[in-house]
């Protein structure tokens, strides 16, 4: 004879958070208050299991739980009853020792496959172990041997929510059409759908929650503004009149409801719309930079709202003066219309009013970044890392400035801070390598590029800079070819590619091959001081000395102040 089954009420875990449904009980399944174990034999070893059994039990009543899986594990010695497995895997879970509670509530399922109490257990352990595929299978066997389990379905249903969304669905249906509509499923779906940017099946289980809670504004709300996502803009306007008849006052409700007029295209009606709102004295600033951001949405698909959508925040701005948002959006308006003056005066606002906002320093320093004005962008972005020392962005741009204006111990230095912030983060790395390389670090520099690409292999920008840098040294040139190669076949009309891998061939003596690149980089119109004494040099080791000549003294009038180059004409020869 055997230990009798344990009847419960409570599954082995309390709750996953975001996952679960909480005990059997929550939703609908019923059981006695308590767990009731009966010994079913008279037998020596049936009693002994039975003791060791009801002694583990009261050492997990009183929370002993390393006590009691000592005794239930002497009650195996005398009987493999599942519910002795079933009371050891709680234990464990209760522990945190997943896998060992996922083995024996394994066990427990073997001896008793058809005892549902003990495959929920199993479907719990393994949850609780995160081991959701292997949770899901056992819920599925669950809901095959008995499709009353409401909870089961539910847990079913969550657990794939995030991994397999629409099987997540396909159960949601089930359990719908199972047990009725109700409002943490159709909630769950309308979230589902919406991600999935199936706008008309959120909508469809937003309107049965409605018809579960008729009078719940902010879900009509919700309901409206999906609508509107899925083009159906009248449905969308319906239920906004519905809304806008219950709470005539609310300004919220009137813009969103201008707000779909918009999105329809229906721009004298909008305006009439938010005039009527803009207009009003007690319109708060909330609702006004809400009107804006309305037109701001809109315009990305009809450019035309720009110079609309410009004038409403230019008003907002003038009425609300220290409120950074509607400058935000004038410096976003002006980067979109490429008009640098209103994009420097409204985001150079927002960092005196919100110094806070990394966005505000980084788009009004890229202006200057733009314009090559390096000196700006610097006096720029050492404000803004004071303020936000710990911001890649500011750091790295920072940084870059830094270089162009050959400070490269204050470029080295802030780098570093942005690699430090972003480790993986490849034009970090390759812009630290190029300082480095500057400041004649060669084994930084090296080791720099050798990690860059590692995580990019076909980064064309590292490939070309660690060539050109291998090349200057004269140092593994065939490594140095092959990646230029690749840096050039990924942009063929680069002029500073063309240059790299043209002094690739001039360091490994192939003149002719070297020629025909660095007159191709000068080609492209972008040519600098270097690649024209480069052609020099080539011309010089072609015995054409006259051109040498020529060519160096163009890269002198294009910096007058190179010392080297000078000597080099005046001797004639390299």
């Given at each position: 004879?055997?230990?009798?089954?344990?009847?419960?009420?409570?599954?082995?875990?309390?709750?996953?958070?975001?996952?679960?449904?909480?005990?059997?009980?929550?939703?609908?399944?019923?059981?006695p208050p308590s767990v009731v174990v009966a010994p079913t034999g008279e037998g020596e070893g049936e009693r002994k299991a039975m003791q060791h059994f009801v002694d583990g039990s009261v050492h997990e009543m009183k929370g002993d739980l390393e006590k009691a899986v000592l005794e239930y594990q002497d009650a195996l010695r005398y009987d493999q009853d599942p519910a002795i497995y079933f009371a050891i895997s709680k234990c464990y879970s209760r522990l945190s020792k997943h896998s060992r509670a996922i083995e024996a509530a394994r066990e427990a399922?073997?001896?008793?496959?058809?005892?549902?109490?003990?495959?929920?257990n199993l479907a719990d352990v393994y949850a609780l172990a995160f081991e959701f595929d292997?949770?899901?299978?056992?819920?599925?066997?669950?809901?095959?041997?008995?499709s009353s389990q409401v909870d089961?379905?539910?847990?079913?249903?969550?657990?794939?929510?995030g991994r397999r969304p629409l099987r997540a669905l396909e159960v949601y249906e089930q359990i719908i059409d199972r047990f009725g509509p109700e409002w943490d499923v159709l909630l769950q779906m309308a979230d589902l759908y919406s991600k999935m940017g199936k706008h008309d099946r959120a909508a469809w289980a937003l309107r049965q929650m409605v018809q579960l809670d008729p009078s719940n504004k902010e879900l009509k709300k919700t309901l409206a503004q999906t609508y509107a996502n899925a083009s159906a803009f009248d449905s969308a306007l319906a239920v906004y009149t519905e809304l806008r008849e219950l709470h005539p006052d609310d300004l919220e409700i009137q813009a969103e409801c201008a707000g779909v007029y918009l999105a329809r295209g229906d721009y004298p009606r909008a305006a009439r719309e938010f005039d009527a709102i803009l207009d009003g004295d007690s319109v708060s600033v909330e609702v006004k930079v809400r009107?804006?951001?309305?037109?701001?949405q809109q315009m990305g698909k009809d450019s035309t709202l720009a110079p609309v959508t410009r004038s409403i925040f230019e008003r907002v701005a003038k009425g609300h003066p220290d409120d950074w948002r509607p400058f935000w959006f004038l410096g976003a308006i002006g980067s979109i219309t490429r008009d640098d003056s209103l994009t420097v005066r409204s985001f150079r606002r927002v960092t005196e009013l919100a110094s806070w906002n990394p966005d505000a320093w980084v788009y009004l320093s890229s202006v200057f970044l733009g314009q090559n004005n390096f000196g700006e962008v610097v006096r720029i972005l050492e404000s803004a890392v004071k303020v936000l020392p710990d911001d890649f962005r500011v750091n790295f741009f920072l940084g870059i400035s830094y270089s162009r204006l050959n400070r490269n111990i204050e470029a080295a230095r802030v780098l570093e801070r942005a690699r430090e912030l972003n480790p993986k983060e490849v034009d970090?790395?390759?812009?630290?390598?190029?300082?480095?390389?500057?400041?004649?670090?060669?084994?930084?520099?090296?080791?720099?590029?050798?990690?860059?690409?590692?995580?990019?292999?076909?980064?064309?920008?590292?490939?070309n800079n660690y060539a050109y840098s291998l090349a200057e040294r004269n140092l593994r040139l065939e490594r140095a070819l092959e990646m230029s190669r690749k840096a050039v076949e990924a942009q063929p009309e680069n002029a500073s590619y063309l240059d790299t891998i043209g002094w690739i061939y001039f360091r490994l003596g192939r003149f002719t091959e070297a020629e025909t690149y660095v007159k191709q980089a000068i080609s492209k119109g972008e040519a600098n001081a270097v690649?024209?004494?480069?052609?020099?040099?080539?011309?010089?080791?072609?015995?054409?000395?006259?051109?040498?000549?020529?060519?160096?003294?163009?890269a002198l009038k294009l910096d007058e102040n190179n010392a080297a180059l000078r000597d080099k004409i005046a001797r004639g020869s390299l």
């Open positions: 004879m055997r230990i009798a089954h344990l009847i419960w009420i409570l599954p082995v875990f309390a709750s996953l958070p975001g996952c679960w449904t909480g005990s059997q009980s929550d939703r609908g399944a019923s059981g399922v073997n001896r008793a496959p058809d005892e549902l109490i003990y495959r929920r292997a949770a899901a299978q056992q819920f599925e066997e669950l809901i095959k041997r008995d089961a379905w539910y847990n079913l249903a969550r657990l794939n929510q009107i804006g951001e309305l037109y701001f970090a790395i390759a812009q630290l390598a190029l300082v480095y390389d500057a400041m004649k670090r060669y084994d930084d520099s090296d080791a720099l590029y050798e990690e860059a690409l590692r995580l990019d292999p076909a980064n064309h920008l590292v490939l690649v024209y004494e480069h052609l020099g040099d080539i011309y010089f080791r072609l015995n054409q000395t006259d051109l040498a000549i020529e060519h160096w003294n163009m």
